[in-house]
């Protein structure tokens, strides 16, 4: 198993530009969210999906739009990038979304993209 | 609301050296925690969980106990490595959740020297 994808790896963009985030897992995962990580901040929810054809907004959700039409894939779209925008940002996955307390809400984590936005 | 508060690094030590990182939380009911560990450049790995009251986790040397009473979930370790170092984050995840939302802490940087 590849485990939890995203594509690039680091981008930069100037303001107003738009650009999609790939996320993309093969482990047949249910649950996938996409979180963004800014120093001493840790890491907060942009918006989840809790299988395909179900999305919702997480913590800090405005100026991002996400999709889910396959259970793989869960890109992160940024409508008209700005400054405030950049950071790090990680694609998760697990099997559910935690309503057993098991190994079933054991989130994997993607290795990142940097985003700079000018 | 729900929350995760960690000590503030960043923690430098000797190889050898005893690690303890504090971690408490604000949630109710019954949460999951969690520690994450992130290496340089990379993403967040799962190190350790535990899902209910007096429950320990342990990976790699690792280990965190749940206590209810104290609302914790430290980090110890007995002898450090230079391979440890890393950013440690500490997170929950509510009991039930329909989000699957987890709540971080602001993560704490641990350096170990040679």
């Known amino acids: 198993n590849a485990g939890v994808t995203q594509t690039p790896k680091f981008q930069v963009l100037k303001t107003g530009q738009s650009m999609t985030l790939q996320c993309a897992q093969d482990?047949?995962?249910?649950?996938m969210s996409w979180y963004r990580q800014d120093p001493g901040m840790g890491l907060r929810l942009i918006h989840y999906?809790?299988?395909?054809?179900?999305?919702d907004q997480g913590e800090v959700p405005n100026g991002y739009n996400v999709s889910r039409s396959t259970t793989e894939d869960f890109p992160l779209r940024l409508l008209s990038a700005a400054p405030s925008q950049t950071s790090v940002y990680f694609c998760?996955?697990?099997?559910?979304?935690?309503?057993?307390?098991?190994?079933?809400?054991?989130?994997?984590f993607g290795p990142g993209t940097r985003l700079t936005v000018l | 609301g729900n929350s995760v508060t960690q000590m503030e690094g960043p923690v430098t030590l000797s190889e050898e050296a005893f690690l303890t990182i504090n971690c408490t939380y604000t949630a109710t009911g019954y949460p999951s925690l969690f520690w994450y560990v992130q290496y340089p450049g990379e993403g967040l790995q799962l190190l350790l969980k535990a899902t209910k009251a007096d429950d320990k986790g342990s990976n790699k040397g690792f280990e965190a106990t749940y206590r209810k009473e104290t609302t914790s979930f430290h980090l110890e370790k007995g002898s450090v490595q230079v391979s440890d170092s890393a950013v440690y984050f500490c997170a929950l995840r509510g009991y039930p959740s329909n989000t699957g939302k987890l709540i971080f802490g602001q993560g704490t940087t641990l350096q170990v020297k040679p």
């Open positions: 999906s809790v299988g395909a054809g179900i999305t």
């Open positions: 998760a996955s697990s099997l559910d979304s935690g309503g057993a307390r098991d190994l079933t809400d054991t989130q994997y």
């Open positions: 482990m047949n995962h249910e649950y």
